[in-house]
């Protein structure tokens, strides 16, 4: 930008309108956040830090239309580069500094005096220069910094890869340690999210979310799964994840055992694979490990599991699909309830006769006497392949 300097009356309206900075930006922020819905939330910022950052601009282009261009005076580093890192996109950026600028000259406009308005008017050009100039520096300070940050996660993504293949050597995994974010961190675990569809996370923005609450991670995505290590911390256990997790998910997602060492994360990689495929098929659940021991030994052998539901369930599976579904959610409600028709009919708002009627048929059906340990074992092991196997 060329050497600009402003007439006296401009100049006092910048100096008057500095003073304000703080509670002007507030105002910026509030016509951003009304103009672009979920500006700032949606894209893990908070208001005040938008606030923070259109008072930064406002002091920068208030300070060269009051004292003109500054020698060394920078664009506020924060405002592009930072809009990168926290994943706003391009779209929402250009028309944030459009809407700033606006917000600018109008307020300019506004708070002008009859004596400085005219002068004002006729400086419009070079006062758009201005702005235009942070405009422009801003959207270059965010492209420079989105390619940075594309670089980097390349290099974590391989990273990552690498720690769950067992690829990386062990002389190397402190530094991809270090190159990840978690240096002293005592306690990892993976996690392993399908794929709704080709390309498509399981966990969309996850490393942001775990970022609000101060937990590092590092994920890619690899086949038909988004996979990452994440590094708990006190305070943050594996069940704050789970939490975490589950106000994200959009597909099934399983969780492996903690564990100390990241030369581990290659086990943890296989357990969190088994217990996302034992959760069930087109759901939304995230399981742990530990949750569903059985659920996932039968999903390790998805053949085996096909061969126990023909075996004990294949006649009820010959009923009409309405009376197959009844039937198989009672027998799961009874069994899961210690053979409580009372709990039964209350999970499932039955009359408890109905519960009778639907156990004494399940069990004609499968010949299975439920009242004998083994048969009910049996029972128990082929309704659980047919959940894993989305049947029923």
């Not at 938008?50 to 060269?64: D, E, K, M, Q, T």
């Amino acid at each position: 930008m060329g050497e600009l300097v402003f007439a006296p009356e401009v100049r006092s309206l910048g100096r008057r309108l500095m003073a304000y900075a703080d509670p002007l930006g507030v105002r910026a922020a509030e016509r951003i956040r009304a103009e672009i819905p979920g500006y700032d939330e949606a894209q893990g910022l908070i208001f005040d830090e938008l606030a923070a950052s259109c008072s930064r601009n406002l002091r920068y282009v208030l300070g060269i239309l009051a004292h003109g261009p500054v020698p060394g005076l920078e664009v506020p580093p924060v405002t592009g580069a930072t809009l990168a890192e926290q994943g706003v996109p391009y779209e929402s950026v250009l028309q944030a500094t459009r809407i700033g600028g606006r917000f600018i000259w109008e307020l300019l406009v506004e708070q002008s005096v009859q004596d400085e308005h005219e002068v004002l008017l006729s400086a419009a050009a070079d006062i758009w220069s201005v702005i235009d100039d942070l405009s422009d520096q801003v959207t270059e300070a965010y492209r420079r910094a989105l390619t940075e940050r594309s670089r980097r996660d390349t290099v974590r993504a391989v990273l990552v890869g690498g720690l769950l293949d067992g690829d990386e050597p062990a002389d190397q995994i402190a530094e991809a340690a270090r190159i990840l974010g978690f240096e002293g961190a005592r306690d990892f675990v993976v996690v392993s999210a399908e794929s709704p569809g080709p390309g498509v996370e399981g966990l969309p923005d996850v490393e942001a979310a775990l970022l609000r609450s101060d937990v590092a991670s590092a994920w890619h995505f690899d086949n038909h799964h988004q996979e990452g290590v994440v590094a708990l911390r006190v305070g943050f256990g594996i069940f704050d994840l789970a939490a975490v997790l589950q106000d994200l998910t959009v597909a099934r997602v399983g969780i492996s055992r903690p564990f100390g060492a990241l030369d581990r994360a290659v086990d943890g990689r296989f357990q969190a694979r088994a217990v996302c495929a034992a959760a069930s098929p087109g759901s939304t659940e995230v399981v742990r490990y530990d949750e569903r021991p059985l659920g996932v030994l039968l999903a390790d052998g998805p053949e085996h599991a096909r061969d126990m539901v023909d075996t004990v369930l294949g006649e009820v599976f010959d009923l009409r699909s309405e009376d197959a579904a009844a039937l198989l959610e009672t027998a799961r409600t009874w069994l899961a309830t210690g053979g409580s028709y009372a709990a039964t009919a209350k999970s499932l708002d039955l009359h408890k006769n109905t519960v009778r009627f639907r156990m004494d048929r399940f069990q004609d059906i499968t010949k299975c006497d439920l009242t004998r340990p083994a048969d009910a074992a049996e029972a128990v092991v082929a309704l659980e392949c047919a959940r894993i196997l989305g049947l029923g």
